[in-house]
């Protein structure tokens, strides 16, 4: 069974005045694939969590996100950014995208057979739900590394197949 991940980024202002006073940017290095024949799959526990098999030559567990903003001219509308990502839909009937989890770079894998993962893990929904607030200070910052790790999953009832979903991040500034 394999498990793509593709990865949108989309950049949205809160205002159209917001554009000529701040710019910002957002980037990523890698998409993120869970190929599970690579694995022990079926695992013998459920549920059980897989990293990735293929993601960031950064981040071997996911991506590498890097935010960016540039102040211009003497008045700044935007005093916050916001980071929020969403997915496209199920992987397939059996396979929901709340099976796959995302966290900052870093955090521990959850024990086999807990449900849900807890600690800083996240399911995905199809709706986009704000992730992070970055304060906006200053001139700008070129980069902001914001790495994401990924785990996905596996129930018993997850049906075999190459299944694809599209993962959309997007950063705005109010």
């Not at 211009?72 to 199920?90: E, F, K, V």
């Not at 929904?125 to 992730?131: G, K, L, R, S």
Request: charged share 15%.
């Amino acid at each position: 069974m394999r498990v793509w991940l593709k990865i949108i980024i989309t950049v949205i202002l809160s205002s159209a005045p917001l554009f000529p006073e701040t710019r910002i940017r957002i980037e990523l290095d890698a998409n993120v694939e869970f190929d599970l024949s690579f694995m022990v799959y079926p695992p013998l526990i459920y549920p059980y969590y897989y990293y990735p098999t293929l993601a960031s030559p950064i981040n071997p567990q996911g991506i590498n996100l890097i935010l960016g903003y540039q102040r211009i001219g003497p008045s700044h509308s935007a005093s916050n950014l916001y980071l929020a990502t969403r997915a496209s839909a199920d992987f397939c009937p059996s396979i929901l995208v709340g099976q796959l989890y995302f966290a900052p770079d870093g955090e521990p894998l959850p024990p086999q057979g807990q449900d849900p993962p807890g600690g800083n893990w996240h399911s995905y929904t199809t709706y986009y739900q704000n992730i992070e607030q970055i304060p906006v200070f200053g001139p700008g910052l070129d980069k902001i590394p914001r790495p994401k790790d990924f785990i996905f999953k596996a129930e018993s009832d997850d049906e075999p197949g190459n299944w694809r979903i599209i993962l959309y991040y997007r950063v705005y500034g109010l």
